[in-house]
Structure formats: structure tokens, C-alpha cells
């Protein structure tokens, strides 16, 4: 009798550029994959989401009273199939992992689903500070490896692009590999310590999706409340009938009450307050010292280092003035003495009220992760043997976009760009080659007409039911993320044809 063949000891993965040997038991070296008694096996589940009412629920594997699924998926809400856990297409000849199909209100929908490997990404962080944390183009380095730079800062938050080819293929070695692990720790929402600038001046700030920013060690509790010259115009009313003159520190405009447009309209007399720094417009004044963590993120601890003298023929012994930063952390009252030198005093309640109120308004301070990546290469040839038609297709809104179910802004202009909040997506969503390369879920929603338009694997679709196993990791869909499924998402939502 024919003797069955011994399975090799070592299987060969070919699901990236790596190609590792992967012993029996064993995991490859993204541990991603392992070969279990000589079959290749994708380590992670793959993750439905069901569409329900309910706000986010952890994962199975963190949840010890997870929602009951008792598997029929007719009965239960609609589920939708990520590509978390799914398998890539790598090395990109063959059809996209899953190929799903359900109908949804009478339309056959099919979800093509692929983990895609991505060279070509990175991550934009928005951190919610008016602390200086770095110039404009400073580098942003993880354990001594450039992992990017700052950008531009947007209103009260300080923006950071981290990741890209440049530093994952461009540099080092080491600095690809770093750069890699950086984006994987924030994209999965974990901390990762980085120093921004150089030298002595380099800042130290500790980013992660959703929680405040540490910077120098110190958390950051508030976003600011709007820029002084905002500030001015917001809280104008609750001061002017209680104090002389206010001035609110900003390291963009500071702004003064009396000059200012909003202090004219309520009639507040001039002072004679001279403030340092450049006179935009009245009562806006720019540069009135260095950025830094102090006072409404300029270097100052001592307010009246951005004073000059009263003007003698305006001013008057017993003026009475309120110095408070924009997010109303920090404050000081003074009364001009007889030579018109302000001297600490105590706050009125009225004013004390009004800077609790600027707290009040102010948000908390948060860190936001963005993935970014370029998904108009390869991976489109899972979807389609005709890839430019996927493109078309996405630009036409007939394909909706989706990373591990959550929606994805598809840049304008060519390829398929795509930018998603990775707090809207299943915990653990990402991981890696080393390539280096990020490893990320996409999946393209479509009607099955139009895959078939598109020049898609139709002979490859599975129904949704064959898909879902009792393997699988369910979650609620995250509240306020729309439903991919849904004809709204969709240029033929009214019916019409497409
Ligand atoms: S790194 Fe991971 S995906 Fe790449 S070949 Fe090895 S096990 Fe497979």
C-alpha cells in the first residue's frame, strides 16, 4: 500500500516579499503567519463587524462577556466582513482573499477584502496643544532614527507627518525598521515616546491615539479655548463691565481688549497699554515672545515680560488690568500703581468666574492618528484584472472604500490615497513585513453589477454566510461610522441608474 508522503518540515510563506521558511509550530517573522502541522495559517481571526445600535465593544480576546452570536447571520444585524485577519493578495496575480457577496435591501452587494501591504504609507498626528513642541520641518526622531518632521500647525493643535517611503525605504537600515514599528505601536494605539528638534531644544512628547499628549514629561490637559484675539471676542462681554483691560497671552495673537474690534463695539476706553511684539490689527498682536510651554504656548512664566510702560497721558493709577492665557490655566490680575506700574492684586469673583469659564470651554487635549497610505498599486489586481477600472470606479462612487470597516476619505487626484482614523477601526488592525512595509485592511464595497463592469473575480465570489466562521472575532460597529453597505455611500442610491 501507497505509503502517504511526509510533509515537509518547513513550509514556505509567500504572502510578502520576505518568502520565510516557516518551520512546523512555528510563526514567520512578521508572526502573522505559522505554519500549523504543515498548513500556512493566518494567526489573527478575521473580523466581521455587525451593524447594530450599540456603541464600540472590545474585541472576544478582551472581552470576557462578549455580545452572543449564536451564528445565524440572517437573523442577526448585518454583518460585515474586514479585512482584518484576512491574508493578503501578495504577491498580487491572484484574487483578493475574500470575495464577498450578501444582498442588501434587494441589491447584491460584494465586498472584496485584502490586507494590503503598504509601502507607501504613514500616519498624521494631530496633537491638541498650544505648547511648542517643535518648529516647522523640525525632525521627529524614535530611539535616535528620523521618523519624520513637524508640519503646520492647525488651529490650536500641533500637526506631526510621521512614516512615508522616504524614511521606511529611503534611509538606514534601522531607520526603516523604526520607522515601521513607530507607525505600527501608534496605528494599533499604543504610546510611542518621540523627541522632537534638536539638541537642547528638542521635545520630548509621548503620542497616542486618544489620550492626551505628554510633552516634557508633563501631560497636557486642555485644547485652548481659540486664539487670544478668538478669546478676545468670546469672553468681551463678560469682561469689560469688571476690569480696565485684559490681554490674552497667545504665542500666535495675542489680543487686547481695549483695541480690539470687539472692546470698540462694547466701547472700552483706551488704556495705554503697550504690548510687545508685531501689531497685526488692532488689538492683535503677533510674536510677543518665543513659542515654549508656558503661557498660551509662548516661553513666558511672568506675563508682564510682554509689556511696555503705560502710556503716562492715557493710563491711570488704579487701572486694573487681566492677564489670562488661552486656555485659562494660568491668570494674573494687577493695579497700576501711582507710577503706573502693575502690582499683583486680588481677583475679583466676577473675573476669577470668567477665566474658570475659559477652562470650561476649552476641550480636552488629545492625540489623533491618522493612517495614510497610497492603495492605487498592486493590490488593486485582487479586485480587478482591469486595476485602472477599480480607480475609476472609486473616483466614480461606485466603489466604496473602507479600512477594517471604518470609512476611509479618498484623497482627490489619481491613484487611491486614502486617510482613516484609526480609532474608528477594530483594535489591532495593523501589522507588518519587514520589508519594511506597514501590513493595513482595505476593503472595496461594490453592487456585484458593477464588479462585473469592473472586470472583477466574479467566479470568486463567496456568499457572506460561507465567509463567517465560528473562528471569527465579531464587533458593534463603531458608533457614528457609517455603514459600508449602505446605499447612501452610493452614487445609485436614488435609484437611478449608475
Ligand atoms: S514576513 Fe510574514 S507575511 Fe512575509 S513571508 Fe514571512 S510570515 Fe509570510
Same mark, same amino acid.
Request: hydrophobic share 35%; charged share 20%.
Given at each position: 500500500?501507497?505509503?502517504?508522503?511526509?510533509?515537509?518540515?518547513?513550509?514556505?510563506?509567500d504572502?510578502?516579499?520576505?518568502?520565510?521558511y516557516?518551520?512546523?509550530?512555528r510563526?514567520?517573522?512578521?508572526?502573522?503567519?505559522?505554519?500549523h502541522?504543515?498548513?500556512?495559517?493566518?494567526?489573527d481571526?478575521?473580523?466581521?463587524?455587525?451593524? /447594530?445600535?450599540a456603541?464600540v465593544?472590545?474585541?472576544?480576546a478582551?472581552?470576557?462577556?462578549?455580545q452572543?452570536? #449564536?451564528?445565524?447571520i440572517?437573523?442577526?444585524?448585518?454583518?460585515?466582513?474586514?479585512a482584518v485577519?484576512?491574508g493578503?493578495?501578495?504577491? #498580487?496575480?491572484? @484574487?483578493?482573499?475574500f470575495?464577498?457577496?450578501?444582498?442588501?435591501?434587494?441589491?447584491?452587494?460584494v465586498?472584496?477584502?485584502?490586507?494590503?501591504?503598504?509601502?507607501?504609507c504613514?500616519v498624521k498626528?494631530?496633537i491638541?496643544t #498650544?505648547?511648542?513642541?517643535?518648529?516647522?520641518?523640525?525632525v521627529?526622531?524614535v530611539?535616535?532614527?528620523?521618523?519624520?518632521?513637524?508640519?503646520?500647525?492647525e488651529?490650536?493643535?500641533?500637526m506631526?507627518?510621521l512614516?512615508?517611503?522616504?524614511?521606511?525605504?529611503?534611509?538606514?537600515?534601522?531607520?526603516?525598521?523604526?520607522?515601521?514599528?513607530?507607525?505600527?505601536?501608534?496605528?494599533?494605539?499604543?504610546?510611542?515616546?518621540?523627541?522632537?528638534?534638536?539638541?537642547?531644544?528638542?521635545?520630548?512628547?509621548?503620542?497616542q491615539?486618544g489620550?492626551p @499628549?505628554?510633552?516634557?514629561?508633563?501631560?497636557?490637559?486642555l485644547?485652548?479655548v481659540?486664539?487670544g484675539?478668538?478669546?478676545?471676542?468670546?469672553?468681551a462681554?463678560?469682561?469689560f463691565e469688571?476690569?480696565?483691560?485684559?490681554?490674552?497671552?497667545?504665542?500666535?495673537?495675542?489680543?487686547?481688549?481695549?483695541?480690539h474690534?470687539a472692546g470698540?463695539?462694547?466701547?472700552?476706553?483706551?488704556?495705554?497699554i503697550?504690548?510687545?511684539g508685531?501689531?497685526?490689527t488692532?488689538?492683535?498682536?503677533?510674536q510677543?515672545a518665543? @513659542?515654549?510651554?508656558?503661557?498660551?504656548?509662548?516661553?513666558?512664566?511672568?506675563?508682564?515680560?510682554?509689556?511696555?510702560?503705560?502710556k503716562?497721558?492715557?493710563?491711570w493709577p488704579?487701572?486694573?488690568l487681566?492677564?489670562?492665557?488661552?486656555?485659562?490655566?494660568?491668570?494674573?490680575?494687577?493695579?497700576?500703581?501711582?507710577?503706573?506700574t502693575?502690582?499683583?492684586?486680588?481677583i475679583?469673583?466676577a473675573?476669577?468666574?470668567?477665566?474658570?469659564?475659559?477652562?470650561?470651554?476649552?476641550?480636552?487635549?488629545?492625540?489623533?492618528?491618522?493612517?495614510?497610505g497610497g492603495?492605487?498599486?498592486s493590490?488593486?489586481?485582487?479586485?480587478t484584472?482591469?486595476p485602472?477600472?477599480?480607480t475609476?470606479?472609486?473616483?466614480?462612487?461606485?466603489?466604496?472604500?473602507?479600512?477594517?470597516?471604518?470609512q476611509a476619505?479618498?484623497w482627490?487626484?489619481?491613484?487611491?490615497?486614502?486617510?482613516?482614523?484609526?480609532?474608528?477601526m477594530p /483594535?489591532n488592525?495593523?501589522?507588518y513585513v519587514?520589508?519594511?512595509?506597514?501590513?493595513?485592511p482595505?476593503?472595496f464595497?461594490?453592487r456585484?453589477?458593477?464588479y462585473?463592469?469592473?472586470?472583477?473575480?466574479?467566479?470568486?465570489?463567496?456568499?457572506?454566510?460561507?465567509?463567517?466562521s465560528?473562528?471569527a472575532?465579531?464587533?458593534?460597529?463603531?458608533?457614528g461610522?457609517?455603514? @459600508?453597505?449602505?446605499?447612501?455611500?452610493y452614487?445609485w442610491?436614488?435609484?437611478?441608474?449608475a
Amino acid at each position: 500500500m501507497k505509503q502517504p508522503r511526509p510533509k515537509p518540515e518547513k513550509i514556505r510563506c509567500d504572502a510578502c516579499p520576505v518568502l520565510c521558511y516557516i518551520a512546523d509550530g512555528r510563526s514567520g517573522a512578521c508572526d502573522r503567519y505559522a505554519n500549523h502541522q504543515g498548513e500556512l495559517v493566518r494567526l489573527d481571526a478575521l473580523t466581521i463587524i455587525e451593524t /447594530t445600535d450599540a456603541k464600540v465593544v472590545p474585541f472576544l480576546a478582551e472581552n470576557p462577556h462578549p455580545q452572543d452570536w #449564536d451564528g445565524n447571520i440572517v437573523q442577526q444585524s448585518r454583518p460585515f466582513v474586514t479585512a482584518v485577519g484576512a491574508g493578503t493578495t501578495y504577491p #498580487d496575480y491572484k @484574487p483578493a482573499p475574500f470575495i464577498v457577496s450578501q444582498q442588501i435591501d434587494d441589491v447584491d452587494m460584494v465586498t472584496v477584502v485584502t490586507e494590503g501591504i503598504f509601502s507607501y504609507c504613514g500616519v498624521k498626528v494631530k496633537i491638541d496643544t #498650544d505648547r511648542h513642541i517643535g518648529h516647522e520641518r523640525d525632525v521627529v526622531r524614535v530611539d535616535g532614527e528620523p521618523i519624520g518632521h513637524v508640519m503646520t500647525s492647525e488651529y490650536g493643535s500641533k500637526m506631526l507627518s510621521l512614516g512615508g517611503v522616504e524614511h521606511l525605504t529611503g534611509g538606514t537600515k534601522k531607520e526603516g525598521r523604526v520607522t515601521c514599528d513607530a507607525l505600527l505601536r501608534l496605528c494599533n494605539r499604543d504610546a510611542v515616546d518621540m523627541m522632537v528638534g534638536e539638541g537642547e531644544d528638542a521635545t520630548s512628547v509621548v503620542v497616542q491615539a486618544g489620550k492626551p @499628549p505628554i510633552i516634557n514629561g508633563v501631560e497636557e490637559r486642555l485644547m485652548r479655548v481659540g486664539c487670544g484675539s478668538a478669546a478676545i471676542g468670546m469672553f468681551a462681554k463678560q469682561w469689560f463691565e469688571h476690569v480696565d483691560e485684559v490681554v490674552v497671552v497667545d504665542d500666535h495673537i495675542t489680543g487686547v481688549l481695549s483695541e480690539h474690534q470687539a472692546g470698540k463695539m462694547l466701547d472700552v476706553p483706551p488704556t495705554g497699554i503697550r504690548v510687545k511684539g508685531r501689531r497685526s490689527t488692532p488689538g492683535r498682536y503677533f510674536q510677543v515672545a518665543e @513659542p515654549g510651554t508656558g503661557w498660551g504656548g509662548t516661553d513666558i512664566q511672568d506675563p508682564l515680560v510682554i509689556l511696555d510702560a503705560f502710556k503716562p497721558e492715557i493710563a491711570w493709577p488704579g487701572l486694573h488690568l487681566l492677564m489670562i492665557s488661552t486656555t485659562g490655566e494660568q491668570y494674573a490680575y494687577y493695579e497700576l500703581d501711582a507710577e503706573l506700574t502693575p502690582q499683583t492684586a486680588d481677583i475679583p469673583p466676577a473675573l476669577k468666574a470668567s477665566a474658570e469659564r475659559v477652562s470650561e470651554n476649552c476641550e480636552p487635549s488629545v492625540c489623533s492618528v491618522l493612517f495614510m497610505g497610497g492603495a492605487g498599486g498592486s493590490l488593486r489586481a485582487g479586485v480587478t484584472e482591469n486595476p485602472v477600472r477599480l480607480t475609476k470606479s472609486v473616483k466614480e462612487a461606485l466603489t466604496y472604500v473602507s479600512c477594517g470597516g471604518a470609512q476611509a476619505y479618498v484623497w482627490p487626484g489619481g491613484g487611491i490615497t486614502v486617510m482613516v482614523d484609526v480609532l474608528d477601526m477594530p /483594535t489591532n488592525s495593523f501589522g507588518y513585513v519587514p520589508t519594511p512595509a506597514l501590513v493595513a485592511p482595505i476593503e472595496f464595497t461594490m453592487r456585484v453589477q458593477d464588479y462585473g463592469t469592473l472586470g472583477g473575480y466574479v467566479d470568486e465570489i463567496s456568499p457572506v454566510e460561507d465567509v463567517i466562521s465560528e473562528q471569527a472575532r465579531r464587533v458593534d460597529q463603531i458608533e457614528g461610522q457609517p455603514d @459600508p453597505m449602505a446605499r447612501s455611500n452610493y452614487r445609485w442610491k436614488s435609484g437611478g441608474s449608475a
